[in-house]
């Protein structure tokens, strides 16, 4: 590589390299923000700011879900499986909301802890299966191990 | 290692010819493949446990977002080749593969709407991999717009190029922004390395309709790289002859 090529492709690296440092330093900075949602263990500790809308996210915890009898309000429990935090939410549930699902609720946090949700958003995971499938896993009883297997597995 | 085929390509006249030869084997494989994808895809593989049949949007979701994030590290070395070695065909591919680029993001960008919509229960959530790809989006659109902008060729070569090698920094942010970080966005289901977290009759479909479309998307570069040429070079003695018989086979 001649002298001027090779000058020319240090200027570049060296830019690039200029730009790298900077996003990543900014993303570091903002990475609090950049989170969609606090788990239940970051709201357990204090680390949501009371009083502002936040974003509570975690899997729905088996046997938490109560349905009010005269209106659409619905209660659950989300969990990380460290802590967890009460959900209060008056509206639909998307199709993929059940127990044991990820979900992500846009709300404020009472003086109770307890998140009252004006939106609740199904997280969906990155497997896939046919219904045949889950059906003969959940038979089994192996769906779980299934699935933590896979989620070992993407580690 | 030969390099001359490297050097070669600073000939406007031989990537004219080379492309030609390769043109019409690219153009099939991307029918063929597109089309046996998306039957396979959409009729035989069987619906997902969870979302039922709407999971099949992943069949253009996904080859879009691929291609999406490849053609704008390709542009980025497009313009590592035009800058250090002054070759014209780079700034010819920067400008004929960005606004591919771009409609590969919107496609990418309004499936998962759509997906997102049944799914997550929004059309939109300011997620950091959404966000990510919105910013890739603007970044084509900047390098498209700075293209036209500048009318001195060679100083919008420059300015196109800077602008796709800084971007690239996005693309790795988009590619761990669900590792990173809290997102809604699911962690990828298809990698290289790794065995895709999916049954073999969901997943062969999703990889003929990825190569598909990187076929389909060399095959539409190639061509509008040759008309760009063309028009280029419309003051050389081949260009002319070459336009002439070009007139003259369609008349």
Redesign the interface.
């Known amino acids: 590589m001649n002298p001027i ?1 090779k000058k ?2 240090i200027i ?1 690296v060296a ?2 390299l200029g ?2 440092a900077t ?1 990543a330093l900014g ?1 570091t900075a903002l ?1 609090q923000n ?6 239940p263990t970051q709201i357990a500790n204090g680390e949501a700011p009371q009083g502002a809308r936040i974003r509570a ?1 975690g899997l729905v915890k088996e046997g938490s879900l109560t349905r009010s009898e005269d209106s659409l309000t619905v209660d659950f429990v989300v969990t990380d499986g460290d802590a967890d935090t009460g959900i209060q939410y008056r509206g639909i ?4 909301f059940r127990e044991g699902q990820g979900i ?1 609720a846009l709300g404020r946090l009472n003086d109770k802890g307890v998140l009252i949700a004006d ?17 003969a896993l959940e038979k089994t009883g192996m769906l779980k191990n299934y699935q933590d297997g ?1 989620k070992e ?2 580690k | 290692m030969n390099w001359t085929w490297f050097h070669k390509l600073g000939s406007p006249k031989w990537f004219y010819e080379i492309s030609g030869r390769w043109l019409p084997w690219l153009s099939v494989s991307a029918v063929l493949l597109i089309v046996v994808g998306a039957v396979m895809g959409l009729a035989y593989a ?6 039922g049949n709407s ?1 099949r949007i ?1 069949y253009i979701h996904v080859p879009a977002a691929f291609l999406a994030q490849s053609t704008y590290i390709s542009l980025a070395i497009a313009g ?1 080749v035009g ?3 002054k070759m014209k065909i780079a700034d010819v591919a920067v400008q004929q593969a960005a606004p591919i680029g771009a409609w590969m993001t919107v496609i990418a960008l309004v499936t998962g709407a759509v997906w997102g919509k ?5 059309w939109w ?4 991999r959404l966000t990510a790809m919105l910013i890739l989006l603007f970044l084509y659109f900047g390098i498209i717009a700075l293209g036209h902008a500048i009318s001195n060729r060679e100083s919008s070569a420059k300015a196109c190029a ?1 602008l796709a ?2 971007g ?2 996005n693309i790795p ?1 988009i590619k761990y922004s669900v590792d ?5 966005h ?4 298809f990698t290289i390395t ?2 895709p ?3 073999m ?2 997943w062969l479909p999703l990889l003929i309709m990825t190569i598909g479309f990187y076929c389909f998307f060399a095959a539409v570069l190639l061509m509008r790289m040759r008309l760009e040429v063309l028009r280029r070079e419309s003051r050389t003695r081949w260009a002319q002859a070459e336009v002439a018989r070009q007139i003259g086979r369609s008349a």
């Open positions: 090529r020319r492709l570049i830019i690039l730009v790298i996003v993303l990475q950049i989170n969609l949602f606090y788990t996210g549930l998307p199709d993929l992500v939106e609740v958003l199904a997280k969906h995971d990155e497997n896939y299966m046919p219904p045949e499938v889950s059906s896979q597995t993407n | 069987p619906p997902d446990y969870q979302q999971f992943i590592v800058l250090v070695w049944p799914t997550w229960g929004a959530v300011w997620d950091a800077i090698i800084v690239v920094v942010i990173w970080w809290n997102t809604l699911q962690p990828a289901t790794e065995k977290a999916m049954p009759e969901m």
